[in-house]
């Protein structure tokens, strides 16, 4: 408690204290001035240890986060892949959008690999001919199999 506190709560006391003596004296009820004050530092006192143990607690309510284990450790666009093989495999109508993406994936690893690209011949042979076909196929759904084969080839150039 800090010396200027200290000072406003013994003023409090008296203050009370004084109070109640003039009540009683008006009252006629025969005040003895050391048992109110007493009385009223101990009343006083009792509410300056109730106020200090309330006002020191910060009670704040900070929403719990949910620790979703799907996105836990993934960066935004692995997050984004898992999206789109979730939504191809569940999509009424197939599109292309996970074939593009498979294509842009092979293209990437081929350049990094051996500097050529999917739009070449040697390119086109380093992946295999099955693949090729899945990724130039067009618009359909492509089976759990199909999506790891492509997976497992780009991966090993």
Known sequence: MTRRRAVRRTAGVLAVGVGVWIA??????????VAI????????????????SVTGLRLEWVPRVSDDPLTRGRDSAT??????????????????HLQRRLTVLADRALRAAHGVGLDSP??????GERVTGLLDGGARRLSPRDIDLCLRTIEEL
């Open 79 to 96: 997050f984004a892949d898992l999206r789109l093989l979730e939504s191809h495999q569940t999509a009424r109508h197939p599109d292309d």
């Open 37 to 52: 004050l007493l009385v009223t530092a101990l009343a006083v006192g009792g509410f300056t240890l109730v106020e200090e």
């Open 24 to 33: 009683t004296t008006i009252l006629s009820l025969d005040p003895d001035p």
């Open 122 to 127: 040697e390119g086109r042979a380093h992946l």
